[in-house]
């Protein structure tokens, strides 16, 4: 039930039907009338309590059913919007067609589903490229410990494991 923070890559002009790199690009579109002004107009129009419709490529339950086992299967998928919130979505960079952005948000968001909607608000397209949790909670990505740290402690205190 923590917020959430993620650092994401989005990528203009064209969508897939899982919203990220899973499958293959199933339309393109031009973005060359897309400015950096829109860009920004978009990101801040995320920010709220909304309800967002996951992607049908996704773990959640229809009937008892995996919502990706259903769309893998050719069955029509239908299903329910979650009711989100979105306390931030932060444009980091914009090197087109690819965006950057930094999204806090609420339990039960897709992050795919604001790379499609994000596409979908700019009148083209986009879907998901890149996806980091970086925050969950107080728990900060910036506060974890390599394996070779953690190896390398278990190694100075002298660990002897019981076997």
């Known amino acids: 039930n923590m917020p959430k923070e993620y650092t994401a890559s989005i990528v203009l002009g064209a969508t897939t039907p899982c919203y990220d790199l899973e499958m293959d690009i199933d339309q393109t579109f031009d973005i060359s009338g897309i400015t950096n002004d829109q860009i920004m107009k978009c990101a801040e129009s995320f920010v709220g309590e909304q309800d967002q419709l996951p992607p049908i490529f996704s773990a959640k339950k229809i009937e008892g ?16 919007p979650n009711r989100i919130n979105i306390y931030e979505l932060e444009v980091i960079e914009i090197n087109l067609p690819e965006i950057k952005v930094k999204v806090n948000c609420s339990k039960g968001t897709y992050i795919r589903s604001i790379a499609h909607d994000f596409g979908v608000k700019l009148n083209n397209g986009a879907y998901l490229t890149n ?10 990505v910036k506060d974890a410990s390599t394996i070779e740290k953690i190896q390398q402690r278990i190694f100075d205190s002298e660990f002897i494991p019981v076997v």
């Open 65 to 80: 059913k995996r919502a990706y086992d259903l769309a893998r299967a050719g069955e029509e998928v239908k299903v329910k």
């Open 131 to 140: 996806l980091r949790r970086t925050k969950i909670g107080e728990y900060d």
